[in-house]
C-alpha cells in the first residue's frame, strides 16, 4: 500500500513536470519571460492581424513582444505595426513579410521577401532583399519588395548612391538610380512621411501632400462631373544646359515628359582659341614651306604656306610669350622672317574661374545655379524641384447650357498662370448641386474587430471617397445621388428595399459590409452635420447639401457623432 502510494507521488511529480516544462515552453515561444530595452528591438502600435513565427510555430502577436534573431512577421492585408529599437522605427505594410536577425546587435537586419516598410534609422539598419541589400544610417527609407523588382526610396540622408528625393531601383541584374515623383507613391508611404514630418524633416513636406491630395481629388471631381480637358496637363521641366563651343551657341533647354520642350539662355560660338604655327615642311630655296595650327577648343586646323629661302638663308628667330588661359597652355613661340617656327617653355592652363548664378525655381521649372567661366565652359548643380501651381479656386467664365458646353478657369497666385476647362452641358433636370464624401476611419481603430480578408478595403487614411461636388436632379434623394456617384468612380455598393420602413437599406460600401467591424458596425450618412432618423432614400436632397457616409463601429453611431439610437440608413 505504502509502495503504491510513494509510485503515485512520482507519477504526479512527473506530470507536473512535464506541465511545467510545456508551460516554460510555450513561455519562451510566446516571450513571456521577455524584457524590453534600449538595445533589444519590440514589435509595438499593432493594428489589424499581424502574425509571428517563432521555433515554428504561429501565432498572432501581441503589442510590445520583444524580437527574437530567427523571427518571422508576417502581415495580412491592411494590417500595419512597427519595429521600435531606441529610436529606430520600422513600420510594416499590409500583406507583408520578413525575417529578424539578432535585434540586439548594433546592426540588425531585416530580411524582406514581400511588401513594403518604411525606415527612420539614427543607428544602423540593415535592408536585405532578394535582388541586393540597403543599409539605412542616420537616414529615413522606404523598401519595397515585388517581384522580379524592388525599390529603396530615400526620403532623408542618403542610402547607397541614392540621396534624399531619390530612388534605387534593383530589376534583373540592374541597379539605376533616379529622382523620385511623389505623385506616383501609394497611401501607405504618402501617411507615412507625413507621420515622420512631425518630428524629422523630410525632402517632401506636407505641404507638398496637400498639395497631392487636393490634386488627386480635383481630378476624382472632374470626372464625376464629366469635365475632360486632354489639353490641362502641367508641364514640368528638367534642365540641360548645352556649353557652346566655336561651330555653334550654348542654351539651356527645358525638356517636359510629355515631350515639349523649348531653349532658353542662348550663348553665342566661342572664338577659336588658336595654337602656335607649326612646321609641317620646311621651305627650301627651291619650294615653298608649309605651317599648320590647331584649335584648343574644337581641334580644327588652318594651314599656311611659306615662302621658299634665298640661298645661304640664316635662321633669325624673334620670340613672343603666349600666356596660358584655362583652356590652352602658354608657351613661348619663336619665329624667323621666313616663316620657321618653333615653340618651348610650355605652361600649364590656368583653373576656371567660375561666376554663379541662382536662377530660382517657377511653378513649372526646377531651379538651379549656374557656374560660367569667361571662356564660356559652364555646369550646373544644387537642382530644386519646381515649386508646383498654387492655384485658386474655379471660376466659371461661362455657363454650361443644354446645347453648349462651358468654361471655367483659375489662376496660380505664384505665376499667374491660368488653366482652363470646360464644363460639360447641362444635363436637363440639374437642380443644383451637393457635396458627398463616404469614409470609413472609424475602422482604424478598430482593426482587431475587422473580419479578415476586408483589411485591404480600408484606405490608410480612412477615406474612400474625398469631398466633391456633384450635381443632383429634380427630386433626388440622398441614395440616388449615392448610388450614382458609385458606379460612376467605380466604388462598390450594395443595398436592399426595406418594405418595413419604405426605404433602400445601405447594406455594403467598397466591400464593408454591417458586422464587419463588430456587432454594432455598419454605414450611416448625415446631411449638414445631422443623422436622419429615417431611410436615406427618404431624405431629398436641397442645392448645397453636405453629405457625409460614415462607418460606425461602435456605439450604433456614438463614434462618428450621433447620440440617438436605432438609427435606419
Same mark, same amino acid.
Given at each position: 500500500m505504502k509502495?503504491k ?5 512520482i507519477?504526479v511529480a512527473?506530470?507536473?513536470?512535464i ?9 519562451y515561444?510566446?516571450?513571456?519571460f ?14 489589424g492581424?499581424v ?8 501565432? @498572432?502577436?501581441?503589442e ?12 495580412n ?8 529599437r531606441?529610436?529606430?522605427t520600422?513600420v ?8 529578424v536577425t539578432d ?11 514581400k511588401?513594403?516598410v ?8 540593415l535592408?536585405?532583399f ?8 542616420n ?7 515585388r517581384d ?9 540622408g ?7 528625393g ?10 539605376s ?13 504618402l501617411a507615412?512621411?507625413r507621420?515622420?514630418?512631425?518630428t524629422?524633416?523630410?525632402?517632401y513636406?506636407n ?8 490634386k ?11 469635365q475632360?480637358?486632354?489639353d ?5 521641366y528638367?534642365?540641360s ?34 595654337? @602656335?604655327?607649326?612646321?609641317q615642311?620646311?621651305?627650301t630655296?627651291?619650294?615653298? #614651306?608649309l605651317?599648320?595650327?590647331?584649335c584648343?577648343?574644337?581641334q580644327?586646323?588652318?594651314e ?5 629661302l ?5 635662321h633669325s ?15 613661348t613661340?619663336h ?6 617656327t618653333?615653340t ?6 590656368k583653373n576656371h ?14 531651379g538651379?545655379?549656374v ?10 548643380d544644387?537642382?530644386?524641384q519646381?515649386?508646383g501651381?498654387t ?9 454650361a ?6 468654361q471655367?478657369?483659375r ?8 488653366e482652363q ?6 444635363e @436637363? ?7 458627398i ?7 482604424? #481603430?478598430?482593426m482587431?474587430?475587422?473580419?479578415p480578408?476586408?483589411?485591404e ?7 474612400i471617397l474625398?469631398?466633391v461636388?456633384?450635381?443632383f ?6 441614395f440616388?445621388v449615392?448610388?450614382?456617384i ?7 455598393i ?6 418595413l ?6 447594406e ?8 464587419d467591424?463588430g456587432?454594432q458596425?455598419g454605414?450611416?450618412?448625415k446631411?449638414?452635420?445631422?443623422? @436622419?432618423?429615417y ?9 448645397g ?12 453611431g ?9 438609427q435606419?440608413?
Amino acid at each position: 500500500m505504502k509502495k503504491k502510494q510513494i509510485a503515485n507521488l512520482i507519477m504526479v511529480a512527473v506530470i507536473l513536470l512535464i506541465v511545467a516544462g510545456g508551460v516554460l515552453g510555450v513561455g519562451y515561444i510566446r516571450g513571456w519571460f521577455d524584457t524590453a530595452s534600449e538595445t533589444i528591438a519590440c514589435l509595438t502600435q499593432i493594428q489589424g492581424t499581424v502574425n509571428l513565427e517563432r521555433s515554428g510555430v504561429i501565432y @498572432p502577436v501581441a503589442e510590445d513582444t520583444v524580437l527574437h534573431g530567427g523571427d518571422k512577421i508576417t502581415t495580412n492585408p491592411g494590417a500595419t505595426a512597427i519595429i521600435r529599437r531606441g529610436e529606430d522605427t520600422v513600420v510594416l505594410g499590409g500583406n507583408m513579410e520578413l525575417t529578424v536577425t539578432d535585434p540586439g546587435t548594433k546592426q540588425f537586419t531585416l530580411k524582406v521577401t514581400k511588401g513594403e516598410v518604411f525606415v527612420s534609422s539614427q543607428q544602423s539598419v540593415l535592408l536585405s532583399f532578394a535582388l541586393g541589400e540597403a543599409t539605412v544610417e542616420n537616414a529615413t527609407a522606404a523598401l519595397s519588395v515585388r517581384d522580379g523588382a524592388q525599390t529603396v526610396s530615400v526620403f532623408r540622408g542618403e542610402v547607397g548612391e541614392a540621396k534624399a528625393g531619390q530612388a534605387t531601383e534593383y530589376v534583373g541584374e540592374s541597379v539605376s538610380t533616379r529622382n523620385m515623383k511623389l505623385e506616383g507613391m501609394n497611401d501607405f508611404l504618402l501617411a507615412q512621411i507625413r507621420k515622420a514630418n512631425n518630428t524629422i524633416t523630410l525632402c517632401y513636406t506636407n505641404q507638398d501632400l496637400d498639395n497631392l491630395e487636393a490634386k488627386r481629388q480635383q481630378a476624382i471631381q472632374d470626372m464625376l462631373n464629366g469635365q475632360t480637358n486632354p489639353d490641362a496637363h502641367t508641364h514640368s521641366y528638367t534642365v540641360s544646359v548645352v556649353e557652346p563651343n566655336c561651330n555653334a551657341g550654348g542654351y539651356t533647354e527645358y525638356t517636359c515628359e510629355c515631350g515639349d520642350k523649348y531653349r532658353a539662355e542662348e550663348t553665342a560660338a566661342l572664338a577659336h582659341v588658336w595654337g @602656335p604655327w607649326t612646321t609641317q615642311k620646311p621651305a627650301t630655296p627651291q619650294e615653298e #614651306g608649309l605651317q599648320k595650327r590647331t584649335c584648343s577648343n574644337c581641334q580644327a586646323a588652318e594651314e599656311k604656306k611659306t615662302d621658299k629661302l634665298t640661298e645661304n638663308h640664316t635662321h633669325s628667330y624673334t620670340s613672343q610669350v603666349i600666356e596660358p588661359t584655362c583652356t590652352a597652355e602658354g608657351y613661348t613661340v619663336h619665329t624667323c622672317a621666313c616663316g620657321h617656327t618653333y615653340t618651348s617653355d610650355s605652361v600649364s592652363k590656368k583653373n576656371h574661374s567660375y561666376t554663379s548664378q541662382v536662377v530660382k525655381p517657377t511653378c513649372e521649372n526646377q531651379g538651379y545655379t549656374v557656374h560660367k567661366c569667361a571662356c564660356g565652359k559652364t555646369y550646373t548643380d544644387s537642382v530644386i524641384q519646381p515649386a508646383g501651381h498654387t492655384w485658386g479656386d474655379w471660376k466659371t467664365v461661362k455657363e454650361a447650357t443644354e446645347t453648349a458646353e462651358g468654361q471655367r478657369e483659375r489662376t496660380c497666385s505664384a505665376c499667374a498662370k491660368k488653366e482652363q476647362q470646360s464644363i460639360a452641358k447641362k444635363e @436637363p433636370g440639374i437642380a443644383g448641386y451637393v457635396s458627398i464624401q463616404i469614409r470609413c476611419d472609424t475602422i482604424l #481603430g478598430n482593426m482587431d474587430d475587422l473580419t479578415p480578408g476586408k483589411a485591404e478595403f480600408v484606405p490608410s487614411n480612412g477615406i474612400i471617397l474625398p469631398m466633391v461636388e456633384v450635381p443632383f436632379y429634380e427630386n433626388e434623394t440622398v441614395f440616388e445621388v449615392l448610388n450614382r456617384i458609385c458606379k460612376k468612380t467605380n466604388i462598390q455598393i450594395e443595398y436592399s428595399w426595406t418594405p418595413l420602413y419604405g426605404s433602400y437599406y445601405i447594406e455594403g460600401i467598397n466591400h464593408l459590409y454591417e458586422f464587419d467591424c463588430g456587432e454594432q458596425s455598419g454605414w450611416m450618412y448625415k446631411v449638414n452635420e445631422w443623422f @436622419p432618423n429615417y431611410g436615406c432614400s427618404s431624405y431629398y436632397v436641397e442645392d448645397g447639401d453636405v453629405i457625409v457616409w460614415c462607418y460606425t463601429c461602435k456605439g450604433l453611431g456614438v463614434d462618428v457623432g450621433c447620440e440617438w439610437m436605432g438609427q435606419e440608413g
